[in-house]
């Protein structure tokens, strides 16, 4: 590198010494972060020649993009600054300081992306980005689960090792006149490659490899922040496969309709229907707990042999068991999309955490309509994911963190309580709403929990598996604390009258940016109300979008309707499907079958791997048929959302009854069912 500096300190182009010091230290720590993480043990590659040439190619290409991103700044600063002031001596050793801070922070951020590559198997992505807003939780998060200070004293041993040869070559080229034209003609390649990179290089120039961390290594760490930061949502017109708008609602309204609704909007795209039942309701209070991250391979129901969950294994035979359950994504707010909205996950940031996501057609809404208190109680502080506002936003109360006494929590770590305490926080809550009104007011309390996160931690003695030693123990802890909870309830008042909803919000480690896990994405969900609901193994294929209208199902309820998911014991085996995706890839299983839809209008179709789907239904339908049905869910929803027809105003709301229902269905309609 001195022999390069020299030659350059010896053209007209010495001012600029520094920048090009600078770029070799950003490419060589890039190459350097790229070989430890294809030398991870969990990073599967086919070591082909070819993959090797990717990796490294495109990696080098990427990495000097970034560079003309990341050194910009200091190419106007160069370029701009008097030589008066260049070659002043404090001002040469405070830029001698800002270059060792500058590694210092390239050094740092090599680690973070081992860390992050830890968690999720991809360079810095938007949930990177996302992070940045919630710094408490997650620089909190990895303090407590890495020894962070330790690492940050050791890099500056690597920090100043690069930077002490420097210091000489990049004094004397600040001291050394520099002609103005020379410095202007020193910033223009670099303004030109900056402007050149943001217009035509994408980060989808990366994955051309089949293999989905092969595309990530090619990447660069700092660009796919950066490139993230622009695309944290995608709009489905633009960058999918689509097909005419009407075309799209009508397919949507055909495997959407059943004996028993009728349609009442006939606003383009709109899914509003009535759903009419026979009978008289149940009015039974509901508790939907969603487990973090308990993905269905730590059950011993799904074959794990470790006994983590005996609660859980157990409950199966006393409940509505479900085996073939997906969830709709890899992260916390996109289950919490899909149980409170029955929506598929349409691309970008989940519905969550987006502007306007205000007063829409939830789960809550619906039921606080029908008389219900309707609250969301979360073990950490509900501005994380932007929970709160959503929650509260949308007719639920919402219950955190905050309300609990010291005296009342007997473990926290940076996400939260300990479930147990957070489950004791709501059986105070239900206690209170049950008596408040006498138990004549039923009640829909949504549950998160947060123990099963790395770090890992609990109180000590509840279970055989010392804290923080893994997932296996915050896996095993949560099913302690769940069992807990319910022995607890069955002394309650209420708890004859109440179902129990136990699922996940998302499976654990479902990481991947464009391929879809599929074996990773398959979460429990127990239907549990011992007076009401006969014990029964169902293997059906569904997502956590059709939960919600399942276990409005089970209480024989009747109302307007905007949900896309649909009651699984009221329809035919051979419609069953689930919705799977991540922030850009969008997966629809049906008939033994996975639909994916990417950017640049990529349709894929594939089969499901053997034995994934206990209950599938052999494949009786055209891969074109398939296509047309992926595309018209997600164009529908996106359509829907972004137009304002999802909210909850916009619903008919006056009580629904037989009387709505002289029109009958098309003979059509009926004919298929």
Same mark, same amino acid.
């Given at each position: 590198?001195?022999t390069f ?7 007209p182009y010495?001012r600029f ?5 600078l770029?070799?230290?950003?490419v060589l720590?890039s190459?350097i972060?790229?070989?430890v =993480? ?15 040439v ?7 290409f990427f990495?000097?993009v970034a560079?003309?991103?990341?050194c910009?700044?200091l190419?106007?600063y ?11 001596k404090?001002?040469?050793?405070l830029?001698?300081g800002l270059?060792l801070?500058?590694?210092y922070?390239?050094?740092?951020l090599?680690?973070?992306e ?17 992070y940045?807003?919630y ?6 998060n990895?303090?407590?689960?890495y020894?962070v200070?330790?690492?940050l004293l050791?890099?500056?041993i ?9 210091i ?7 001291a050394h006149?520099?002609h ?21 290089? *994408?980060?989808?120039?990366k994955?051309?490899s ?9 990447g660069?760490?700092?660009y ?5 930061n622009?695309?944290n949502? =995608? ?8 097909i005419p ?5 009508k ?11 009728k349609w009442?909007n006939d606003k383009?795209g709109?899914v509003?229907r009535?759903i ?9 209070n509901i508790v ?5 991250? =308990?993905?269905a391979?730590f059950?011993? =129901?799904?074959g794990?042999?470790k006994g ?7 409950l199966a035979s006393?409940s509505?068991?479900?085996?073939d ?9 996109r ?5 409170s909205l029955?929506i598929?996950p349409?691309?970008g940031?989940s519905?969550v955490?987006r502007?306007k ?7 809550g *809404?619906?039921l606080?309509?029908k008389g219900y208190?309707?609250?969301?109680l ?5 501005y994380f994911?932007?929970?709160?506002y959503?929650f509260?936003?949308n ?6 963190r905050?309300?609990?006494a010291?005296?009342?929590i007997h ?12 489950f004791?926080?709501?059986l105070?809550e239900?206690d209170?709403?049950h008596?408040?009104?006498d138990?004549k ?6 549950v ?12 000590a ?6 804290s923080?030693?893994?997932r296996d123990?915050a896996?095993?802890y949560?099913d302690?604390a769940v069992?807990e909870?319910l022995?607890q309830?069955?002394n309650?008042?209420?708890f004859?009258d109440?179902i129990?909803v ?5 499976g654990?480690?479902a990481?991947g ?5 599929l ?5 429990p969900?127990?239907?549990?109300a011992?007076a ?7 293997d ?5 979008i059709d939960?919600?209208?399942t276990?409005?199902?089970?209480l024989n309820?009747s109302y ?10 009221r329809?035919a ?16 299983m049906?008939?033994g079958k996975l639909?994916?839809l990417q950017?640049h209008r990529?349709v894929t179709?594939?089969?499901l ?6 209950g599938?239904?052999?494949s ?5 048929t ?5 595309? *018209? ?5 996106s359509?829907?959302f972004?137009?304002?027809l999802y909210l909850?105003?916009d619903r008919?709301t006056?009580p ?5 229902f002289?029109?009958p269905?098309t003979?059509?309609?009926l004919?298929?069912?």
């Open positions: 590198m001195n500096i020299n030659a350059v300190r010896r053209g010495r010494v520094p920048l090009y010091t770029v070799g230290i950003l720590l190459f972060t790229r070989l =993480l294809l030398a991870r043990p969990d990073t599967t590659i086919p070591l082909t020649l070819a993959t090797l990717h990796i490294f190619g495109m990696g080098i990495d000097l560079a003309s991103y990341f910009l700044p190419a106007l160069l370029g701009l600054l008097p030589n008066r002031i260049s070659g002043w404090a001002h040469r050793w830029f001698s270059l801070a500058t590694i922070f390239l050094c740092v090599a680690v973070a081992w860390v992050f590559w830890d968690e999720f198997a991809a360079r810095f992505n938007f949930i990177a980005v996302d940045l807003i710094t408490n939780e997650v620089l909190g990895i303090w407590e689960s020894p200070g330790k690492l050791l890099l500056i690597p920090s100043a090792l690069i930077w002490l040869p420097l000489k070559s990049v004094s004397h080229s600040l006149p520099s103005w034209k020379a410095r202007l003609k020193g910033i223009a390649p670099w303004a030109i490659a900056t402007a050149i990179s943001f217009v035509f290089v *994408s980060a989808d120039l994955s051309a089949s293999s989905d961390a092969a595309n990530e290594l090619a660069n760490g700092i796919e922040f950066f490139a993230a622009r695309n949502e =995608l709009s489905f017109e633009r960058f999918y496969a689509s708008e009407e075309q799209a609602a397919t949507v309204r055909t495997l959407s309709s059943r004996p028993g609704e009442l383009a709109s509003q009535a009419f039942t026979q009978g008289p309701e149940k009015r039974l939907l707990v969603s487990i973090e991250s =308990l993905g391979e059950l011993g =129901l799904f794990n042999n983590l969950t005996p609660n859980l294994d157990a006393q509505l068991y479900f085996t359950v997906f969830a709709t994504g890899n992260r916390t707010v289950g919490l999309e899909a149980l029955a598929p349409t691309p940031q519905i955490k502007p996501n205000e007063n829409l057609f939830t789960m *809404s619906m606080e309509e208190d309707a609250a969301f979360y073990g950490g502080y509900g994911d932007n929970m709160n959503f509260s936003n007719k639920y109360r919402v219950i955190d905050t309300v609990l010291k005296k009342d473990y926290e770590n940076i996400w939260g309580v300990a479930d147990e305490d957070l004791t926080l709501a105070r239900i209170q709403s008596s408040q009104s138990g007011k039923p009640f829909f309390f949504h998160l929990t947060t123990s099963n996160h790395r770090p890992y931690t609990y109180p003695g509840r279970i055989d598996i010392p923080g030693t893994g123990g896996v095993k949560t302690y069992g909870f022995r309830a069955k309650k008042p209420w004859a109440t129990f136990i699922t996940a919000d998302h654990a480690s990481r940016t464009s391929n879809i896990p074996e990773k994405y398959r979460i969900l127990f239907i549990y011992p009401h609901v006969k014990p029964q193994r169902i059906r294929l569904m997502s956590q939960i919600a209208p276990v409005l199902g089970i309820m307007v309707s905007k949900f896309y998911g649909h009651d699984i014991m329809v085996p051979e419609e069953d499907r689930a919705f799977v995706a991540n922030y850009q890839t969008l997966g629809y049906k008939a639909v994916t950017p990529k179709i594939t089969s791997p053997n034995g994934l789907v206990k599938e239904t052999p009786q339908i055209a891969d074109d398939l296509r047309n049905e992926a595309i *018209s869910f997600y164009q529908n929803a359509y829907v972004k137009h304002g909850d105003e008919n006056k629904i009854s037989s009387s709505d002289k029109d269905l003979k059509s309609d004919a298929r069912h």
